[in-house]
């Protein structure tokens, strides 16, 4: 593509989605930042970086598990924008609680943020992509999805639900010109990371069990979701890959 191209990205004031918007902006993406309204200040500071780079960047709040909302949403981006060639659905919560203990809450919350969410961003900007024969999506699954841990048994299946999710939308959307891969983070320090790394010694552990002997940082992230963004892979669709400094290596 020679135009400028336009992505999405939720859950973007902070984090992983801000490193992978600024990520994103660098490599000469005009982006659509979401996060929810709570999040304004930071948002709109992630916005004022990036268009310090250069980039355009617009602020859209918007829950992302709720259809009218994102509805919502893609209807103000391409009013504004005119159109999104690349989604990244990195908006995603965890709620420690083992399961004997689990609140039904907190199961509807994390599946409707972390995979409903997913689903319903893609269902608002399929018809968009349809239309230009031109789409890059990238879905952040966990390594949580893969092999989990105590306390997560529902983030791990809302994980593993975007995965699923992403095999089976590649090969719908893949005769469109349109791709669909996941990323898989390891422990990568942000707010949510924190979770696995507030305490030292839990923090030595996943230390130890990583190739590279270090916790992941957001920036970590962002490189490998623009790649599933860009036309470096036009022919890579339906993978899902791991950033996590090689844990499931030991
Ligand atoms: P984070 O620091 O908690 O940031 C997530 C962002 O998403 C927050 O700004 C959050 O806002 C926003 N968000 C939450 N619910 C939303 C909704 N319904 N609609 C729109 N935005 C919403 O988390 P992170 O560590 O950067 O994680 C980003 C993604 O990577 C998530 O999908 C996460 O599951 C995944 N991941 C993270 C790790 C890790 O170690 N950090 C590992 C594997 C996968 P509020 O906080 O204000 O709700």
Known sequence: MTQSRIALVTGASRGIGKAIALGL?????????????????????????????GRQAKCYFADVSSKSEVEN????????????????????????????????QAWDAVMDVNAKGTFLVIQAVLPLMKKQKY??????????????????????????????????LAQEVGPLGITANCICPGIIYTDMGRVNLDDPATRAIWQS????????????????????????????????????????LS
């Open 73 to 104: 949403m893609i209807g103000s981006i391409v009013n504004d924008l005119g159109t999104v060639h690349a989604v990244v659905n990195n908006a995603g919560i965890l709620i420690a609680s083992e399961v004997e203990t689990l609140p039904e």
């Open 25 to 53: 902006a660098e490599r000469g993406f005009d982006l659509a930042l979401n996060d929810i309204p709570k999040q304004k200040t930071s948002l709109e500071n992630v916005a004022a970086e990036i268009a310090a780079m």
């Open 209 to 248: 069990r990583t190739a590279m002997a270090r916790i992941g940082d957001p920036e970590d992230v962002a490189g490998p979701v623009a790649f599933f963004c860009s036309d470096d892979s036009a022919f890579v669709t339906g993978q899902t890959l791991n950033v996590d400094g090689g844990i499931v």
């Open 135 to 168: 789409g890059r999506i990238c879905n952040i699954a966990s390594i949580g999805g893969k092999h989990g841990a105590p306390e997560q048994a529902h983030y791990s299946a809302s994980k593993a639900a975007v995965m699923g999710f992403t095999r089976v």
